[in-house]
């Protein structure tokens, strides 16, 4: 790899005597690992599962590196929403954010979804999580991860710092910023940061990072925490950035991260670095901040102030009517037979019905106006022709056994890989419950997608953009 005489220059006053060591990492393979979905299931299950598990990451529960040659997103698993493929040294912000279940976070610039996913497995079914990145593009791959790990309790948007900001002003407990950045910690693993960091570098990025921290700060709650991280080696967009901050707002104040394997300190007391040459992965910088002041009580925001169109439904029996002209009561909500199917997932929320598409809202938040939001809450699914349709975010966020119709098969049957190419299968010979009708198709009984059942007849209802060529 053929590094700018500036990028060297500037790497040799960081790292002196053990430049060398550097230089020779980036002739190295990369290293390959995936991370748990521990909500679903446990490690010790995974390492039975899958055969290409090697020795855990060290800095992230759940994390592990896999035999290089293993692919793991052809594995049932992965369609389960088992794992996500994530490169190590990237689980370790989600894993130093301090996380409380009850607790509404943002994950500023998500996409494509590790860190998200890594944050909403450890809030767990209570609190709600804020996934945004300003590009819809890259939004849209963000909210198929989450939809694939099962998030329930998720709000995906496509919007800038600023506006977020003005639409929910000191309102998170936590939030995370992996900043964009110009990638030198990652130069061996995708050249074209290397081209970019050519094109722009650090003094492109260092004022963007600086503008999406200063509306962090705006976004962030009295005794909230900031996580702070990059995958550069840049002192101008990493230390330096962070004593700007620090500068501009006295009510920011560094907090020490706790030590864990790997870890090295970062050039500022408190912040961490991790460097390709000392671990098995490649190169990120982390600093945790906290907002001082006294926590506030919580505004719990009212559905009148939503701006949602339809039917608006509390579980404790109230209603709200707005129907659409041409509707019926019975459209106007969750059909009474799905209702009682999904009891113990909707206990506690709000639906929220907007054109023919059904959501269920986390409990005590609703959309604000003139936000881009690409998915509000759990998207249940859709009215088509006076009929409901359950959706693909529905079938991953259901848990094992957590629906009555439904179809298993084993992690090797060969029906599994029909049935996520799109094809109909028959379920002779596998584990079938419930009545016909929808059902819920699962290997090993962890939720795969929907099909229609007559007698052992699947007729599948995968979602096509799913499907697997």
């Excluded at 430049?19 to 299950?45: F, I, M, V």
């Excluded at 594995?75 to 509404?104: C, K, N």
């Excluded at 130069?187 to 290397?194: G, I």
């Amino acid at each position: 790899m053929e590094l700018p005489k500036s990028y060297c220059e500037r790497m040799k006053s960081l790292l002196g005597s053990e430049y060398p060591d550097y230089l020779a990492s980036l002739e190295e393979p990369c290293a390959q690992s995936l991370r748990l979905h521990t909500g679903k299931w446990n490690e010790e299950t995974a390492q039975d599962c899958l055969p290409f598990l090697e020795e855990p990451v060290p800095w992230a529960e759940g994390g592990f590196y896999y035999r290089e040659g293993a692919q793991p997103s052809r594995h049932p698993a992965y369609s389960a929403g088992l794992y996500y493929l994530q490169e190590a040294s990237a689980m370790s912000p989600g894993a130093v954010l301090p996380v409380e279940e009850g607790e509404r976070i943002l994950d500023l610039c998500a996409a494509p979804g590790g860190k998200a996913t890594q944050v909403a497995d450890r809030l767990g079914s209570r609190g709600v999580l804020y996934a945004n990145d300003i590009s819809a593009s890259r939004a849209q791959a963000l909210r198929k991860n989450l939809e694939l790990a099962g998030v329930r309790n998720v709000f995906v948007t496509a919007e800038t710092p600023e506006k977020l900001a003005t639409a929910y002003p000191e309102y998170f407990d936590k939030i995370l910023v992996d900043a964009p950045c110009s990638g030198e910690g990652m130069f061996r693993r995708d050249s074209a940061l290397l081209r970019d960091w050519i094109a722009r570098g650090p003094a492109y990025y260092a004022p963007l990072q600086a503008e999406i921290l200063e509306q962090a700060v705006h976004l962030l709650r009295p005794g909230g925490l900031l996580l702070y991280s990059t995958c550069t080696f840049s002192r101008e967009e990493n230390e330096e950035n962070v004593e700007r901050l620090l500068a501009a707002h006295p009510e920011m104040t560094l907090q020490p991260i706790t030590p864990r394997p790997g870890f090295s300190e970062g050039f500022l007391p408190g912040t961490v670095r991790l460097w390709p040459h000392r671990v098995r992965g490649e190169g990120h910088f982390l600093a945790l901040l906290e907002k001082t002041g006294e926590k506030q009580e919580r505004r719990r925001p009212s559905a009148d102030s939503a701006g949602c169109t339809g039917a608006v439904r509390a579980h404790n029996g109230r209603k709200k009517h707005g129907r659409r002209k041409g509707t019926s009561p019975r459209e106007s909500l969750c059909p009474p037979d799905w209702e009682a199917r999904l009891s113990p997932l909707l206990t506690g929320r709000k639906l929220m019905r907007r054109e023919d598409v059904l959501y269920a809202l986390p409990e005590g938040e609703t959309p604000r106006p003139g936000l881009r939001y690409l998915r509000t809450g759990l998207l249940l699914g859709t009215w088509k022709r006076e009929r409901f349709a359950p959706s693909q975010a529905l079938a991953m966020a259901l848990e094992r056994y957590e629906y009555p119709d439904r179809v298993s098969f084993g992690w090797e049957d060969e029906r599994v890989l029909h049935y996520l190419k799109g094809e109909s299968v028959d379920a002779a010979g596998a584990a079938v419950s419930g009545e016909e009708g929808w059902c819920l198709v699962c290997a090993e009984e962890y939720p795969l997608g929907w099909a229609m059942r007559r007698g052992t007849a699947l007729k599948n209802k995968y979602e096509p953009g799913w499907r697997r060529q």
